[in-house]
């Protein structure tokens, strides 16, 4: 049987695109491991 739990990490990719409707302030949120990107969502106006 799989194991559905999922890892802090995974989680946080799941909920990163609603990051800046959470956030008031004008905010990226990124998600990386220790080779490259898994997700980014730019931010408004900074980049």
Partial sequence: MKDNKLTLLECFIKVAFYINTL???DT???ATD???YLCYYSAKQLN
Avoid: G, V
Wanted: hydrophobic share 45%.
């Fill in 23 to 25: 956030i008031t302030k």
């Fill in 34 to 36: 220790k080779q490259k």
């Fill in 28 to 30: 990226a949120a990124f």
